[in-house]
């Protein structure tokens, strides 16, 4: 048996989204994307492998996963035995420390701390970069989580050549991300599911992989020169573009609900009226807003009222992946 190792990972928004495999099972996205790891939302896993176990035993939270959820950490922890060349279970305890009913649980910091934990519980002493490969095989955002700030997955090739690297971690150091909790409607599609389905129907596939090229490489540009109105409005703009992926999939879907809705055109208005803010939307109906630690207070105050303060959570940069 092994010692145990236990593993702190931050969630991480894209900003220049994920959105599309070319190669499934290798976890191979379709273009580059670019996040911000927030410091309020992680996961702390531990990792133990042990030779008198006659399967792997997983807690999430305190309770047995479903088969599905089981299927794929036992599928990663494979990965990692292979790599350290023996077949012994784990035991694996993961809790995750996200505000009950904020709807921001994450496969991003599950799988970082999961890769960062388990791995270094077999044996392997992994390179930040071998870490991101590892971790991008359980969920593809979450090689992105092994790295504090600013993070960029190059899509690359191959197994090899595809991973995430930390990048200007002295820039807009002042931005701040509200996470806006809306009421949760029926349980939509999972991202995986989401984003095969724009791939394989959506008729404006190819032009997103041509915008996000483009919209990845301005994105850094306004990042380097510290110029927070491009950042924002670049941002907007490449979370619309994907969700238009899922209106014109066949079938078509939607993750937005009407609060979403609602608060996307607040969203505007506040910056019709001065106050420097955007939005960033993932798989799923909440928000998050975009702006700097000026502007905080005010929109923390608007959204208050509308969603209650419950379900406004103020977020900045966070850390990388920690052993604790
Ligand atoms: C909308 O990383 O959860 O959040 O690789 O299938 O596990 P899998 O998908 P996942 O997808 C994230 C989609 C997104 C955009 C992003 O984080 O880049």
């Given at each position: 048996?092994?010692?145990?190792?236990?593993?702190?990972?931050?969630?991480?928004?894209?900003?220049?989204?994920?959105?599309?495999?070319?190669?499934?099972?290798?976890?191979?996205?379709y273009?580059s994307?670019?996040?911000?790891?927030l410091?309020?939302?992680y996961?702390?896993?531990?990792?133990?492998?042990?030779?008198?176990?006659?399967?792997?035993?997983?807690?999430?939270?305190?309770?047995?996963?479903?088969?599905?959820?089981?299927?794929r950490?036992?599928?990663?922890?494979?990965?990692?035995?292979?790599?350290?060349?023996?077949?012994?279970?784990?035991?694996?305890?993961?809790?995750?420390?996200?505000?009950?009913?904020?709807?921001?649980?994450?496969?991003?910091?599950?799988?970082?701390?999961?890769?960062?934990?388990?791995?270094?519980?077999?044996?392997?002493?992994?390179?930040?970069?071998?870490?991101?490969?590892?971790?991008?095989?359980?969920?593809?955002?979450?090689?992105?989580?092994?790295?504090?700030?600013?993070?960029?997955?190059?899509?690359?090739?191959?197994?090899?050549?595809?991973y995430?690297?930390?990048?200007?971690?002295?820039?807009?150091?002042?931005?701040?991300?509200?996470?806006?909790?809306?009421?949760?409607?029926?349980?939509?599609?999972?991202?995986?599911?989401?984003?095969?389905l724009?791939?394989?129907?959506?008729?404006?596939?190819?032009a997103?992989?041509?915008?996000?090229?483009?919209?990845?490489?301005?994105?850094?540009?306004?990042?380097?020169?510290?110029?927070?109105?491009?950042?924002?409005?670049?941002?907007?703009?490449?979370?619309?573009?994907?969700?238009?992926?899922?209106?014109?999939a066949?079938?078509?879907?939607?993750?937005?609900?009407?609060?979403?809705?609602?608060?996307?055109?607040?969203?505007?208005?506040?910056?019709?009226?001065?106050?420097?803010?955007?939005?960033?939307?993932?798989?799923?109906?909440n928000?998050?807003?975009?702006?700097?630690?000026?502007?905080?207070a005010?929109?923390?105050?608007?959204?208050?009222?509308?969603?209650?303060?419950?379900?406004?959570?103020?977020t900045?940069?966070?850390?990388?992946?920690?052993?604790?």
């Open positions: 048996s092994t010692n145990p190792v236990s593993a702190r990972a931050h969630t991480n928004i894209a900003l220049i989204k994920y959105w599309g495999k070319r190669d499934e099972e290798l976890i191979i996205p273009t994307s670019l996040s911000l790891t410091d309020h939302f996961t702390d896993t531990t990792v133990q492998f042990k030779s008198n176990l006659s399967e792997d035993q997983i807690l999430i939270d305190g309770q047995q996963p479903t088969e599905k959820s089981f299927q950490v036992h599928q990663f922890l494979g990965l990692i035995r292979k790599q350290a060349g023996f077949e012994m279970p784990a035991v694996v305890q993961s809790v995750n420390h996200v505000p009950t009913a904020a709807g921001l649980a994450s496969s991003a910091s599950a799988f970082a701390a999961l890769a960062a934990a388990g791995s270094k519980a077999a044996g392997l002493q992994l390179s930040p970069t071998a870490l991101s490969r590892l971790a991008r095989r359980g969920s593809g955002s979450a090689c992105r989580s092994i790295f504090g700030g600013f993070a960029e997955w190059q899509r690359g090739e191959d197994d090899l050549s595809s995430a690297r930390p990048l200007f971690q002295e820039k807009l150091t002042d931005i701040r991300v509200i996470a806006l909790t809306v009421a949760r409607g029926p349980k939509s599609i999972s991202s995986r599911q989401g984003m095969k724009s791939v394989d129907t959506s008729p404006y596939y190819p997103w992989v041509k915008t996000c090229q483009a919209d990845l490489e301005r994105l850094k540009v306004a990042i380097d020169q510290n110029d927070f109105s491009q950042f924002g409005r670049i941002s907007e703009l490449n979370a619309m573009r994907m969700h238009a992926l899922t209106l014109s066949d079938p078509d879907f939607t993750y937005f609900n009407s609060q979403t809705l609602t608060i996307m055109n607040l969203v505007k208005q506040l910056r019709h009226n001065g106050v420097a803010c955007y939005y960033t939307i993932d798989a799923g109906p928000v998050k807003v975009l702006c700097q630690q000026s502007a905080v005010k929109i923390a105050a608007t959204f208050s009222k509308v969603l209650g303060e419950k379900n406004v959570i103020v900045k940069p966070g850390p990388g992946v920690q052993y604790l």
